[in-house]
């Protein structure tokens, strides 16, 4: 069967979709059905101009259209009519609004999606649904709420499963907003860590889907629970790290492992989103400070070594090239550090060697940073700079260090000349090298000849 993940999908925080009506406000409020005067404080949502009215009929409707559904053939996937979506869309978007965001919650809104969710047969409007959960949950009182109803969140779960892309981006947003929430992100922890099938859907998605925008999401959110719950990690690394049963095996099918899939979105957002990639490498980054990472990585014939290959293709192709401005660096330094912190984590633990190329890109690296921080005739800012400490920056420059001197010692004569005949070892990355390593090492040993 199918299940391939290639939709379109929508925007972030979700105004409506691409497929409906493309709203750039707010939307404008509904006529007062009761006349356009009377009542018209009293019907409004807190101090907006939204109308009470209006949404009781709106949900009436939503209620009426999946009875409506559930009479007709349970296995069709239905159509939502276009008033119907257009009435819908329109409360997806007025719950970006605090106000009606808090109405909703008190109206118990979340009760009836969950319900329209579980019974629905319509993607789209599923979507919506979801849709608009996640948009009441952009506020933390409402996201308190909506976290504590463990029905609500138990059906989220399991709808990573499902194989819609749009719906699957809605109900990754709506998770990560929740995730990332303090007051509520322990619940949410508690429920992933039970529902075993999490890991594996969110495998499956890194693995099959060429949806950018759901790619960079559910990355994020991989990100975020690996940066919140350390055990959680090494338990998803360890069931990807089991065999498979008996029936799998003969069925030809193999077990997602978490490592392999986070490459696999890599690669299809290499070219695509750089911001995407870069959650993508500390997400495996994040691997590599767990013991139970590197021992996936160092299986034979796993992860490991294709991993090793792509970031050097990434850090040696893509980044800080000789024809770059020396300000790229600022650009790129969030993939750089994340690349080459685990790439010497490969180095460090035997699993790959060092190449040329890539000691290249690390000198060049040292270069690029001694020229901006010389300030090229910009010494008027250096107190500004001086105050604002650019901490990722800092990073890259000391893991570079760190990496280069510990394999520099190990270069042989005729590598140290095949760097310079390809251009990688000049003056100017020679002086920035031993500028950068000297302090690096004590003062019984020699400067390294460069």
Known sequence: MDHSVDDDNSSIRSSSPANSPVMDRNPSPPPDREGEQGGEEVDAIGETVYSKHWLFSTFTRLIQIVSEQNMGDSDAQMQLPEEDEDELCKIWDMAMDKDVAGFLQEFKAADILLGVITKSRCPRLTEICVGILGNIACFPDTCLTLSQNNDLGAVLLLLLGDTDPPTLLETTRLL????SQSDVSSLWLERVRQQTSVCSSLCFIMCSSTNMDLLVKVGELVDKLFDLDEELMKTWVTAGSQPSDEEEEEEGERRLDVASSLLEAAKQL????PEGLEVYLHALQLLTTIHH???TLAVAGGTGQALWTFLCEVVCEDLCQPDDPPFVLQEQKGLLVHALAVLSVLVSESLCSPVLPLVGSMLRVLQYHREVSSGHGQKEKEEEEEEKVDEQLQALIQT?????SDI???LTKDAVCELVTRGYLTEKTCLSAVGSLLPQFSPAVS????
């Open 270 to 273: 290499r070219s695509e989103s």
């Open 293 to 295: 990472g590197i021992q």
């Open 176 to 179: 990560l907003t929740c995730v």
């Open 400 to 404: 570079t260090v760190e990496f280069l």
């Open 447 to 450: 400067s390294p000849s460069l």
């Open 408 to 410: 520099i010692t190990d």
